[in-house]
């Protein structure tokens, strides 16, 4: 059986397609229209089709996970929304990991440890932790921590997605209070931020205060963030501090908003609240927009574009919406 593919290779959201279209395919339930649109995603990048072998190479791994014993587990689950079907396909791959039956691939399964996190969000979801402490974890979409609390430290380990950190001042304080990501650790200094794990680096905005950020492999003083700044981070070095938009943490509050940004854009950070793919054509990906949306319905979103801009929207299946120009 062919080995999986390079992790370097396949980007996180072309990981959470793949392991969405294998929920689909897998819940007995899928139409043509949908095994078509699959097709369709499979053949529009290479990516995508080293993606589904993957997925599909651990699964066959775990005595044929998509026939046997997955299938077997969501035969009890059909009521359930496609999140929570997608959470135990996953959670079945996690147990092949843990059996030592994946392949060990930095970064390319990560995602499989998030599905054992303390604290995790599905795809559209949103949750607030309260920690002993005082502090409160606010989760985006696609979202996972660890929370490791002692005499020592206060460590939050960002394992995916997005977290906003309002830091807290009660019993067992004292310690320095840090997230940690892939790239390197964001310390707390009496602050409101959040941090965003992204593929090959992290992203940090200041709202209050300040924190410290010191990159994994840099051995240099930490660079000190102040309120109102955001900056990215690889594993070596901090690119250059930026002013954030005043509304980039508009989504704890269910609010997408955004100003004069590109339709492309816009549309990619949508797709992290929804299931499936959305697919923005060339023609219009440069196209405009303002405005605030609620996250609660991601197809109403959709379904209004039309109303401002020059484009259509065409659903070939509910896990398959394309945006394209108007006739």
């Given at each position: 059986m062919a080995e999986p593919a390079a992790a370097a290779a396949i980007r996180a959201e072309v990981q959470q397609q793949a392991a969405e279209w294998l929920?689909?395919?897998?819940s007995e339930q899928a139409s043509k229209a949908e095994h078509a649109a699959w097709q369709r995603?499979?053949?529009?990048?290479p990516e995508h089709e080293r993606a589904w072998q993957h997925i599909e190479a651990v699964s066959q791994r775990f005595n044929g996970l998509h026939r046997g014993a997955a299938a077997q587990a969501l035969a009890g689950t059909?009521?359930?929304?496609v999140n929570g079907k997608r959470?135990?396909?996953?959670?079945?791959?996690?147990?092949?990991?843990g059996g030592g039956m994946l392949a060990a691939q930095t970064g390319v399964w990560d995602g499989v440890r998030a599905l054992r996190a303390d604290y995790r969000t599905a795809t559209g979801e949103r949750r607030v932790v309260a920690l002993a402490d005082g502090s409160v974890l606010s989760l985006n979409t696609g979202s996972a921590v660890n929370v490791r609390f002692d005499a020592g430290r206060r460590l939050i380990e960002l394992l995916a997605g997005e977290v906003l950190v309002t830091s807290g001042h009660g019993a067992g304080s004292d310690a320095p209070l840090e997230v940690a990501t892939r790239e390197?650790?964001?310390?707390a200094l009496g602050t409101r931020f959040a941090v965003r794990q992204q593929d090959g680096y992290?992203?940090?905005d200041v709202f209050e205060r300040a924190v410290e950020i010191r990159p994994r492999d840099d051995v240099g003083a930490p660079l000190l963030l102040a309120a109102g700044r955001g900056v990215a981070f690889s594993r070596h070095a901090p690119d250059a501090p930026h002013a954030i938009d005043v509304h980039a943490h508009?989504?704890?509050?269910?609010?997408l908003i955004v100003d004069d940004v590109t339709l492309g854009d816009f549309l990619a950070d949508l797709a992290r609240y929804r299931p499936g793919v959305i697919h923005c054509a060339p023609e219009v990906a440069q196209l405009r927009l303002s405005g605030?949306?609620?996250?609660?319905?991601?197809?109403?979103i959709l379904n209004m574009l039309p109303n401002s801009l020059p484009v259509q929207v065409r659903s070939r299946t509910r896990y398959w919406v394309s945006v394209e120009p108007a006739p």
């Open positions: 929920t689909v395919l897998m995603w499979r053949g529009a990048d059909q009521r359930q929304a959470r135990q396909v996953l959670a079945w791959l996690g147990v092949a990991a390197g650790r964001v310390r992290s992203t940090v508009a989504w704890s509050r269910g609010q605030v949306f609620p996250l609660t319905d991601t197809q109403r």
